[in-house]
């Protein structure tokens, strides 16, 4: 049995964001509890180089909407990267899933040949798209969710492997 790119990014995303929202709840429910400053924990990173919290769920939706957007070329939504609280990160999360689980199977049709540019230079990087998928936006999603869990899991939140794995389908 063969898996389409459908079934390699939508699904995939879907789930890795709503894992996202999940560790969210769980780290507004620590801050809430504990007596925490929510700006604390939002702004927390687990290095000086390293994005903090905020930004690592930013970039979390932004890998998942501009991949889908790459390979299925429906325009994703844009936002401003000015979410300063967990009610406003969750509302990110619910409107990227809302974007990405409105693409369908036949959205997505010759999507691993379709030719994907990054320009982040000057001569840009050229994949096909199934090899954008699992060389790049798969790998780069699944940092970024992982940076989430870390750095709240450093911070003392109490999550675990489960929470990061999510639900079993």
Same mark, same amino acid.
């Given at each position: 049995m063969s898996v389409s790119m459908y079934q390699a990014t939508i699904p995939v995303f879907v789930r890795g964001l709503r894992v996202v929202a999940n560790l969210l709840e769980k780290a507004q429910a620590h801050v809430e509890q504990g007596g925490i400053v929510p700006e604390i924990l939002l702004g927390a990173q687990l290095a000086p180089d390293m994005l903090n919290l905020t930004a690592q769920v930013q970039r979390v939706s932004d890998t998942a909407k501009?991949? @889908?957007?790459?390979?299925? /070329?429906?325009?994703?939504? +844009? =936002?401003?990267?000015?979410?300063?609280?967990?009610?406003?990160?969750?509302?990110?999360?619910?409107?990227?899933?809302?974007?990405?689980?409105?693409?369908?199977?036949?959205?997505?049709?010759?999507?691993?040949?379709?030719? @994907?540019?990054?320009?982040? /230079?000057?001569?840009?990087? +050229? =994949?096909n798209g199934d090899d954008y998928l699992l060389g790049f936006a798969l790998p780069n999603f699944y940092f970024h969710v992982a940076m989430v869990h870390a750095i709240l899991r450093n911070n003392g939140v109490s999550i675990g492997k489960l929470d990061y794995l999510g639900p079993y389908d």
């Open positions: 501009m991949s @889908v957007e790459r390979l299925s /070329t429906i325009p994703a939504p +844009r =936002f401003e990267d000015n979410e300063a609280s967990f009610e406003q990160l969750q509302q990110r999360i619910a409107d990227t899933i809302a974007y990405v689980d409105g693409v369908n199977a036949g959205q997505m049709a010759g999507s691993a040949q379709r030719e @994907v540019v990054l320009n982040w /230079t000057d001569e840009g990087k +050229r =994949f």
